[in-house]
């Protein structure tokens, strides 16, 4: 059973358009690093701050993993770079989580 990271951004209300930028550059960086992508998220309505970012791993272990060859992957590192001089990320909070029901409302083993 895999975990899923979900990270919280805070990011600057003005740098909205870099952060989905910062969001895309991930999409081949990620998958090819080891986390099965699920999605960033932008806000839309309400909070002008507020951004998330979800992937899977299969465990602490392979997250470890996957975090190493994030940083020395030239898409990786790029786009850490973007994010540090567009000055975009306020805030980032990562919390590891399990699967308990599905959206079939069954019970998950």
């Known amino acids: 059973m895999p975990i899923t990271c979900f990270i ?5 209300p003005y ?6 930028e910062y969001a895309r550059n991930w999409n081949e960086a990620i998958p090819r690093c080891g986390a ?9 309505e309400g909070s002008a701050t507020l951004a998330y970012a979800a992937y899977n791993v299969e465990n602490l272990a392979a997250y470890e993993a996957y ?4 940083m020395a992957d030239p898409i990786g590192q790029a786009n850490y770079a973007f994010a540090k001089e567009k000055r975009l990320i306020r805030r980032e909070d990562r919390t590891f989580l399990r699967l308990v029901t599905g ?4 019970l998950i083993r």
């Open 36 to 44: 099965d992508l699920i999605g960033y998220y932008a806000p839309h």
């Open 8 to 12: 919280r951004y805070e990011i600057d």
């Open 67 to 70: 975090r190493a060859k994030l």
């Open 15 to 20: 740098q909205k358009d870099a952060f989905e």
């Open 103 to 106: 959206t079939n409302g069954g």
